[in-house]
């Protein structure tokens, strides 16, 4: 595929989430748990243009997803689009002017069709979002380009199976490695709901996800919300790298990519904004 839509993931994990996804004619903010000053600063680390921003939308009121949102909302002006089990399970969204959809809904932002799907997670209505570019000349409308992701969910709904299926650009939450989560220090009630069916996805999930996801469209496969108390980058990408038959580009497994050299994979951070072009 040919690239027409770029991925900044300006922050990934439990402390903050932001990304900009970038279309041919204009970009959408999904998720704001930095506050403005981070979300700009991050943005111009990576060259990211976020007056092109059309729309911010939101997968859920957990607050390292909407932390920041008030404001960024205010600074932008846009809409603002979630379900209304997000929008009204915060006390702090309360004020602002939602645009409600159902999590199966189908939105055009930046030139982008923008196709939602449900989660699991113990919020009240996810989502999560697949952005795809399509020929509009072409009698069958044949797709260019795809990029889709699912973070904050125990496990990958069929939906969601179905919208991240062979996307250019393919972000799969690897939050926890199951053994560090086991015998790590969080409580019983917190380690049984990170591993429940309405929490995270593990490297393992993740990796077992893999073979039916990939195709031969796939270039990326970003490692997304990773834990800094259960997880580590490079034990994330040993275990999705696996799965796909790719190797370590370097001692520090921070990268793996396959034989061929087409597929490569690395993981989105806390602290640094990841571009993928
Ligand atoms: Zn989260
Ligand atoms: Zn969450």
Not at 140 to 157: E, H, I, M, N, R
Not at 187 to 215: F, M
Request: hydrophobic share 40%.
């Amino acid at each position: 595929m040919t690239p027409h839509i770029h991925l900044h993931v300006l922050a990934s994990g439990s402390k903050g989430n932001a990304a900009v996804v970038e279309g041919p004619t204009g970009s959408v903010l999904v998720d704001c748990g930095l506050s403005r000053k981070r979300l700009f600063e991050r943005a111009r680390e990576v060259g990211c243009d976020l007056t092109r921003i059309e729309a911010i939308l939101v997968t859920h009121e957990h607050s390292d997803h909407v932390s920041g949102l008030p404001v960024v909302f205010r600074h932008f002006g846009v809409p603002i689009i979630a379900t209304t089990g997000t929008a009204t399970g915060h006390n702090g969204l309360a004020e602002l002017p939602f645009t409600l959809i159902d999590h199966d809904a189908v939105l055009e932002y930046g030139g982008m069709r923008i196709r939602a799907f449900p989660t699991s997670h113990d919020v009240n209505d996810p989502m999560c979002f697949r952005f795809e570019v399509r020929d509009e000349n072409s009698p069958s409308k044949d797709t260019l380009d795809t990029v889709a992701w699912a973070t904050d969910t125990g496990y990958l709904t069929d939906e969601a199976l179905d919208a991240l299926y062979g996307c250019r650009i393919l972000g799969i939450e690897a939050n926890h490695d199951p053994r560090m989560l086991a015998t790590g220090r969080y409580p019983a009630w917190l380690k049984a709901r990170v591993s429940g069916a309405r929490g995270h996805l593990s490297n393992v999930q993740a990796a077992e996800a893999l073979p039916t996801l990939v195709t031969h469209q796939t270039e990326t496969i970003v490692a997304m919300h990773l834990s800094e108390e259960n997880n580590r980058p490079s034990i994330a990408i040993r275990a999705l790298a696996e799965a796909v038959g790719a190797q370590p580009t370097n001692g520090a497994y921070t990268e793996a990519r396959t034989p061929d050299g087409l597929l490569s994979i690395c993981a989105a951070s806390q602290h640094r904004a990841l571009s993928v072009w």
